[in-house]
């Protein structure tokens, strides 16, 4: 099993800055990507970003020159940064890991509790 805990969302102004951190605790296994998801009210969720730990990382269109997606150093830690943020990035936003313990092997996949971002005057 596989713990995901998110933090550092809120309440934050139009301009302004905020970075969302996602732990994941348990037994991860080398291949494993991980991925913000938001969801709006009314909105169906949509991908934010996405970081694999080897391979190329992904961003949706509305927030590629926006938010930066990391790991830290044990490859248990991801991060969004958002800069520059927008009403419209109002949403609640979770953390999902999926993994495989080998290449042929069934997926797993977890998600964390979410946190909300609110951007407003």
């Known amino acids: 099993q596989v713990q995901l805990v998110e933090s550092g969302g809120g309440l934050v102004q139009p301009g302004g800055s905020l970075r969302l951190s996602c732990a994941a605790s348990?037994?991860?296994?080398?291949?494993?990507?991980m991925t913000w998801y938001r969801q709006a009210p009314g909105k169906e969720r949509e991908l934010v970003a996405s970081i694999p730990n080897r391979g190329s990382i992904d961003y949706a269109e509305a927030v590629k020159d926006r938010f930066a997606i990391s790991r830290d150093g044990a490859r248990k830690t991801a991060y969004l940064q958002m800069n520059s943020l927008k009403p419209e990035d109002t949403a609640v936003y979770s953390c999902?890991?999926?993994?495989?313990?080998?290449?042929?092997?069934?997926?797993?996949?977890?998600w964390g509790q979410g946190i909300q971002v609110t951007v407003s005057s």
């Open positions: 999902h890991l999926e993994q495989r313990r080998g290449p042929f092997d069934l997926k797993e996949e977890y």
């Open positions: 348990g037994n991860i296994f080398y291949m494993n990507t």
